[in-house]
């Protein structure tokens, strides 16, 4: 028998650990340290203290994106957690037809973000695009709509093609969730005299909780901290009005190349994500305690 | 065990020595954004060829990226002194600022010397040259913006080519008043529309106004800027763009297919647009007729200036690089005249001395007369201004075409930036 030293593990470890250090944590209070200077990423950085914090809390565009980010979160949350749910609850039985279903719904999360922001640019196209040529043959509208040149319409057409791409990750987490549910607990139920209402309210709601409150906070960091979809569909336009954190830090660090103005939008977003994040886990674990869990 | 560990490990080392040794030839590093898709790819791909049959030990990596992505990894590269040996700009305000950090090899002296200054129109050199000094030749296409139409749309609703604004406003009306878009525009890409701005403004108050503006002895409110912007306004109010103007994706082709469909009768384009025509649509790159944009009554820009780039993509070596001589030399391979034969036959029309003769397309032969008639040729304003300003004044177009800032509004945050940027407050 081997017996494991102490190098192998650290040897074992370090790769991993590296990677971690380099591209997660170091660069947190790094971003942290080059917000407070001016640099254009070619030439010397120059120390200017807070002048850059002061400019973010009062720069209106970044303000907007954080509400924006904010809107998000709740359409991401309202939206995808009760789609996925329903769909999990219809398809989770063993079935030909719920196993085909299960791989259709399943599609969305399979391509990437760049051919779904595609594919939504073309539903959407005022022109020949299959949404509005549908609205308009039927009659329910004269005129197309403009989904991504509106500047109140950009934002929630964004987020109807986030939360398609996101809704079968969901569902198939509820899936695996739902048939971990011992089956004892519904013959019990039957027993009683449970109907489906009940069952549902009563047992799989309940059983779900932890699940739940784990893909709310999945849902919750990952649409704070959202890019792909939005930068390619709308690259945060027109005139800011779908604007994120994530897009305009990275148009901040290299569209306009201020590197100091986007670490301090970067170091700002991760702030907001992980105080909420922290927040949100704490408040739950407190009502779980309450309830005695 | 260990001894098997141990023995890998000097292949390993082995290996790594092996391929330095190998890589002792010569080698330079070329970085531009000819992917396939672009007119210059087998150009250059030729060229290399070329140049290593001529040059034995010297090796040119060839390393296209795709034109967005390109610009920030180009940026990158520079703030880590990563640059590769030769690079590729749009010249302007980008390039410049990469001169004043001290990264851009100034090339005058070689140039002046051997002559082959000359190969070059003066307008090409121009766009790469500050303080008389040249920082990079151009290489690949003159280009110029111009409005495309369809001349069986023009006949069919009895209107002719616009010569002043206040005609083509009328043309426009007629187009509305029969149902289709007078202009085909794709404003999610923001300098599309900037091309009607930038346009106007010389229109009305001349070269000068968007000079004194940049040079800082005017201002970006001056009046042509407000009334550029009023007119363009005007326009929208009327009706004469799209609906979605700023939804819609110039590089996604979604102007163009509103004129392949007649659903849009003009198209305010640049060169390169004609040459994807080519390929997306034939039958109406082959009708496809060209007007220069109108002049405005009263206005002191002359009708023949042109807002345009006169080599579209130049070509610069770095400070950094080792072998410069070698890369001057490439450098010349990339303009020679095979290059500049291949160059029109994919499309394009390289800014070397000698292209008129090569050209044979109707459209093409008159944006290069278009061009070499052109009293002024303005590069565009996204690519003169310094990159953090060219992005202020593309947001400012969405809100421009999207009525949702007045003239005056757009005016004043690009002066507020402007003023910010070169620390006058």
């Known amino acids: 028998m081997y017996k494991t030293r102490p190098l192998t593990i650290v040897l074992f470890i370090l790769p991993a650990l590296t990677i971690f250090l380099m591209y997660m944590l170091i660069p947190i209070p790094l971003s942290a340290f080059y917000s407070l200077f001016q640099w254009d990423g070619i030439t010397d950085m120059v120390f200017i203290g807070l002048k850059n914090w002061r400019e973010l809390l009062n720069d209106s565009i970044f303000l907007n994106s954080v509400l924006n980010n904010f809107k998000l979160v709740f359409l991401s949350i309202i939206t995808q957690i009760p789609i996925a749910l329903l769909l999990a609850i219809f398809i989770y039985k063993k079935s030909r037809i719920n196993n085909l279903l299960r791989t259709v719904y399943f599609l969305p999360q399979l391509f990437s973000s760049v051919a779904i922001s595609v594919l939504w640019r073309y539903l959407y196209d005022p022109f020949f695009g299959l949404i509005n040529e549908v609205l308009v043959k039927t009659g329910i509208i004269d005129m197309p709509i403009d989904f991504l040149g509106s500047e109140v319409l950009a934002l929630y057409a964004t987020s109807l093609a986030i939360s398609w791409r996101f809704i079968p990750f969901y569902m198939i987490l509820f899936i695996a969730a739902i048939n971990g549910i011992p089956n004892e607990l519904y013959e019990a139920a039957r027993v009683d005299g449970a109907n489906k209402f009940q069952t549902f309210f009563l047992i799989t709601l309940p059983m779900l909780r932890s699940t739940i409150i784990n893909a709310i906070v999945l849902v919750l960091v990952g649409s704070l901290k959202y890019f792909d979809i939005v930068y390619v569909l709308t690259e945060g336009g027109p005139n800011h009005a779908s604007e994120l954190m994530a897009t305009y830090m990275y148009k901040m660090s290299f569209t306009r190349l201020k590197m100091g103005y986007g670490s301090a939008v970067a170091f700002a977003l991760f702030l907001i994500a992980f105080s909420l994040s922290l927040l949100f886990l704490n408040l739950t674990r407190s009502y779980s305690a309450k309830k005695g869990d | ?425």
């Open chain 2, 1 to 425: 065990m260990k001894k098997s560990i141990r023995f890998l490990f000097c292949v390993f080392l082995l290996t790594i020595l092996a391929s330095t040794t190998i890589l002792a030839q010569i080698e330079l590093i070329l970085w531009d954004h000819q992917t396939e898709a672009e007119p210059g790819h087998e150009m250059i791909k030729d060229a290399i060829a070329r140049f290593e049959a001529d040059h034995p030990g010297v090796k040119i990596r060839h390393v296209p990226t795709k034109n967005d992505s390109y610009k920030v990894k180009l940026q990158v590269a520079m703030a880590a002194n990563d640059e590769p040996d030769i690079f590729m700009t749009w010249g302007g305000g980008g390039l410049k600022s990469y001169v004043d950090a001290g990264k851009v090899y100034d090339m005058t002296d070689m140039l002046v010397n051997s002559g082959y200054i000359n190969r070059f129109i003066p307008a090409g050199i121009e766009t790469v040259s500050f303080d008389g000094r040249h920082y990079g030749v151009p290489v690949i296409s003159i280009s110029g913006a111009f409005f495309g139409y369809r001349p069986s749309m023009f006949e069919k609703y009895g209107v002719e080519v616009p010569e002043t604004w206040e005609e083509l406003v009328e043309v426009a009306q007629v187009f509305i008043d029969n149902g289709v878009i007078p202009f085909a525009l794709a404003n999610a890409t923001k300098w599309t529309g900037s091309l009607y701005y930038m346009y106007l403004v010389d229109r009305i108050g001349g070269p000068e106004t968007f000079q004194k503006a940049f040079n800082r002895e005017g201002s970006f409110t001056d009046e042509p800027f407000i009334k550029a912007g009023e007119m363009i306004q005007d326009l929208v109010r009327m009706g004469a763009f799209p609906k979605g103007v700023n939804g819609l994706r110039e590089d996604q082709g979604q102007a163009r297919m509103l004129l392949y469909t007649e659903r849009a009768a003009m198209y305010l384009m640049l060169q390169s647009a004609y040459s994807l025509m080519k390929s997306e649509n034939p039958a109406v790159a082959e009708e496809l007729d060209i007007f220069r944009f109108p002049m405005v009554e009263g206005g002191k820009g002359n009708p023949t200036n042109l807002i345009g780039s006169a080599g579209n993509n130049y070509y610069s070596i770095s400070n950094k690089c080792k072998h410069k001589e070698l890369a001057f030399k490439f450098l010349q391979y990339i303009t020679d005249d095979k290059a500049q034969e291949m160059l029109v036959k994919s499309g394009a029309m390289p800014p070397t001395v000698g292209t008129d003769r090569l050209l044979d397309d109707e459209v093409n032969i008159k944006m290069y007369q278009f061009f070499s008639e052109a009293e002024y040729v303005q590069l565009y304003y996204d690519q003169t201004l310094p990159p953090e300003l060219a992005d202020v004044h593309k947001d400012t177009m969405h809100g421009l075409f999207g009525l949702t800032m007045t003239p005056e509004e757009v005016a004043n945050t690009l002066e507020e930036a402007a003023r910010k940027y070169y620390n006058e407050d």
